[in-house]
């Protein structure tokens, strides 16, 4: 063909696709880059396009003329499952993108001309443009919207009937919220929350914004023991800066910042931050049945060990509601973290009582899942302690201390279900219970000679968090770390070979790798195999921009942002993340309810279509993650 020709049939494809989604915003070299590519097709009436039995995708195919019917594989006398598709749509994307069959079967409605896109082109064009990037991620995104639905309907069937705590705040409020200057007296705001029979009243300034809440709680605690007079303003007595959240947060955002501020009321502003709601534990309490006012004040007064063994099991109950909710993988594990949170320093708290440790500033470190904030239902122990020894202190009376404190607390904790850790990563072992200036030490060592264990040491207690004491330790500590780490690129060199040392389990010629594990068949360990992946590039991205966020979204978000990654793939990453994790814990509680110790292996024959389709997309995901490591370190 001529040189002329060719131009001519370029032409006219670019004319073409200029009028169609997502082409029409495509950039121009993209867009020439794909008219160069296609080949247009003839395919008659009646002939199947793609199927599943014709394999691995590979071709893209933008409808040119006629029409294309489309419907689910296996489905053919489910004849309202079809769809037909028009000039300008284009198919096998979902295929394309995870390198497998179609589970659609498209047939020919007339004669129809398509644009073939080879399997090469159509990844080369996704680097090349954003906009096509961003419409396949997209698509994807389509698809993990109905397996999270699907994912939905299964916990809801054991979760009850209960009201959604996917509610906006601004659905839940039910009257006009009550408020008052902060120069009105105490003796006029506890007249009116009589007559109004409030529970609570809040302070505005001149704009309507907030200031300040005042409650019952307070009148015995500021008003009565302190014989404080009723003509006060009631600025004097309130609390200031109450928490707020805007309307369109939902219910479950408002239960986790009670949780994470141990308050009872959330505020509702809107856009220019003036008060327009309050919501309270009642309130949520009223939507979601699980008894979360109840769970955290068991937990708060909680006077034994026994109330909090009871709290800890009403803690999974809630989450199981939450589950059958809908609410995502990433607030799950936040929401659940929180709560064990809770429950970890109300039994450090209990200890406390019966040890002798006032006048040593110290604090309890969590490790692993638990520092990250990205607990399941099946999690054991992983925690420290960091202390100040002073001259005047002997430094191996006050470690017994420690150590004795520490052994109560871990015993109590495997009572409240976080069974002891079989790696003896616990506060009660002498080598985590240490000064600063010797878990400074032992961080730098690690950084200083990276071999296996060290690096694996890494990869657990460089995700610390305090959960307990003086905050303070755990920050200096961590900025210690980054400037060892900063000090020594091949350790962070090292670290980077260490997360590349297990491969997503994507098969060549099967869509999934299964046999790692011999003695579980058929199985993929959603934690070695899938979760691992993320946080492991996560952290290495973290130590090498000084991020000080432990949990896995965070550290990406942040540290992506840094690194110039781009929005789309960026929120990609994270989706696929929060994938497994959603998998995982519907795993892990359907496990538990038929009496087996929850675990992470997953059968992918078992998923879906979708759930598989979506599966092997968050593995690719990972992929893209490993990819930027090696690139960037040179491996």
Known sequence: MSNSATAMLVSAAIDFLRAYPPFDRMEAEALRF???????????????????????ARTLHVLQRGKVRSKPGGSASVEHSAV???????FSISALMAQQPSSTVYVARDDVFCYDLPADDFFSLTQKSTVFNLFCTQHIAGLLNQSQQQLQLQLAQRAGEQKTMNSPLGA????????????????????????????????????????????????????????????????????PAPLTLPLAANAHDAALAMAMHA????????????????????????????????????????????????????????????????????????????????????????????????GIDWAWLSFGSEGRDEQTFTTDQDNGIVYLLTDIMDREQTQLRFLEFARDVNDDLDKCGFPLCKGNIMASNPELCLTLEEWDERFACWVREPEPQALLNATIFFDFRPLYGKFNLAHR?????????????????M??????????????????????????????????????????????FALARQVEATNTVS????????????????????????????????????????????????????????????????????????ARLKLDYQL
């Open 555 to 626: 550290r990406l978000k942040r540290a992506g942002g840094l690194m110039h990654i781009r929005p789309d793939d960026l929120a990609a990453s994270i989706e696929g993340f929060n994938f497994l994790q959603l998998l995982r814990l519907r795993h892990q509680h359907f496990e538990q309810e038929h009496g087996r110790p929850g675990d992470n292996l997953v059968k992918p024959d078992e998923l879906n279509e979708i759930e598989r389709r979506v599966l092997k997309e968050a593995f690719r995901q990972a992929r893209k993650l490993q």
């Open 84 to 90: 037909t598709l028009g000039p300008g749509q284009c």
């Open 34 to 56: 794909l008219a160069e590519h296609v080949k247009l097709a003839h395919y008659p009436k009646g002939a199947r396009i793609l199927a599943s039995e014709m394999g691995v």
């Open 263 to 358: 308050v009872r009321h959330v505020l509702a502003v809107d856009e220019g931050g003036c008060l327009q709601g309050v919501v309270s534990e009642r309130d949520l309490f009223k939507l979601q049945g699980a008894g979360l006012r109840q769970i955290r004040h068991a937990i708060d007064s909680a006077a034994s060990i026994e109330v909090l063994q009871h709290a800890r099991n009403d803690v999974r109950q809630l989450s199981l509601t939450m589950l059958a909710e809908g609410v995502g993988g990433q607030e799950m594990t936040q929401f659940i973290s929180t709560l064990n949170d809770t429950v970890t320093r109300r039994v450090i708290e209990l200890n406390l009582d019966r040890h002798d440790l006032y």
């Open 477 to 493: 500590l961590r900025l210690s770390l980054f400037r060892q780490a900063q000090g020594n690129p091949l350790f962070l060199r």
């Open 495 to 540: 670290l980077a070979q260490n997360a590349l040392s297990v491969a997503p389990p994507l098969g060549r010629i099967r869509d999934f790798v299964t046999d790692a594990d011999p003695e579980h068949p058929g199985t993929i360990d959603l934690k070695k195999y899938g979760v691992r992946l993320f946080t492991d590039a996560a952290r290495v």
């Open 172 to 239: 839940i409020i039910k009257r006009q919220p009550v408020a008052v200057g902060p120069e009105t007296s105490i003796r006029q705001v506890v007249e009116l929350m009589a007559a109004r029979h409030l529970g609570s009243m809040i302070v505005v300034d001149a704009g309507q914004q907030p200031i300040g809440i005042f409650t019952l709680s307070d009148v015995l605690k500021r008003i009565v023991l302190p014989g404080a007079s009723l003509d006060q303003p009631i600025a004097s007595v309130m609390s």
